[in-house]
């Protein structure tokens, strides 16, 4: 388990990584990692 504080620290620089980057796969790489950080801190997924 993670925290949620941490995942969505490491979430937000996924994130920045996603709007920096229009290569489709790349961009999802970005949001399932995202997803997997929410799910091992017991966040919802988006």
């Known amino acids: 388990m993670i ?3 941490d995942a969505n620290k ?3 620089f ?3 990584a ?6 489709p796969q ?4 970005f949001n399932r ?3 997997e ?3 091992a801190s017991d966040q919802p997924v988006e």
Request: proline share 0%.
């Open 37 to 39: 950080l929410r799910k």
């Open 3 to 5: 925290s949620a504080d």
């Open 26 to 29: 790349a961009r999802a790489e």
């Open 14 to 16: 996924l994130s920045a």
């Open 18 to 23: 996603y709007f920096a980057t229009t290569d």
């Open 10 to 12: 490491i979430i937000a």
């Open 33 to 35: 990692l995202a997803n």
